[in-house]
C-alpha cells in the first residue's frame, strides 16, 4: 500500500502565536501579503477569520485553529484544473501545483472548500527585498496559484516540515496515515481526531484533535 503521509495538529497545544506561519512563510518565500498557513479561530464564519470569540456575551470563549492545503485523498481541485497542474503524487498522497503549467484560471481557488489557496497578482515583494528561503523551493512566476506543498522539497529529503519543526507548542505531528501503527494513526484513534467539512468528501489529511478541557495530558514526538 502507498503512503498517505499527513499532518495532525493537536489544538489542545496550539497557542495561535502564529509561528508555523511565520515558519511556513520563510522557508517558502512567500511573498508580502500571502500566507500558505494561517491561523483561524473555531466558531469564525466558516473558520475563515482570525481571533473572533465564540459564544456570546459574556460567555466567550476561543480556540485557535490552524488551517493550511488540507492535501485531500480525493481533491476537488485536482478534478477542475484544465490544464493538469494542481496533481496529487501517486506515491504519498501529497497534492502540488506545477507552477510552470498554471495558466491563472484560479479554478482551483473556487473549487476548494477550505479557501487555503492564494493567487500572485503582481511580482513578488518582500522584506528585505531578496530571497530568504529554502534555495531548493522553486521562485513562482507571476500570476499562478501557491499554496502549501507540505514542504515537499523537505520530506523528500526525509526532513518534516517547517512549520512542526519550529511548533513551539509541539503541537503538530507528522507521519503516515496508512500505516495504523504510525504515531498519527494512532493519535488520530485514541484522542477522536477529526477533519474540517467531512460531509463535502475530499477526505483531507489533515487532523485535528480537540482541546482537552481536563488533565491535560499530550503525547510528545
Known sequence: MAKRLGMVIDLARCVGCHTCAIACKLENNEPLGMFWNRIQTIGSTGFREMDTPEGEYPELSMQHLPVTCQHCENPACVKVCPVGATYKRAEDGVVLVNWD????CRYCMVACPYGVRVFNWRDPQQIPNFQVGSADVPVRPRGVVEKCTFCVHRIDK??????????????RFWGDLNDPDSQVSRMI???????????VGTNPSCYYLPPRRKGLSVESK
Open 189 to 199: 484513534a485514541e484522542r477522536g481526531g477529526y477533519q474540517l467539512l467531512p460531509e
Open 101 to 104: 503549467i498554471c495558466i491563472g
Open 158 to 171: 526525509g526532513l518534516d516540515p517547517a512549520c512542526m519543526v519550529l511548533c513551539p507548542g509541539r503541537a
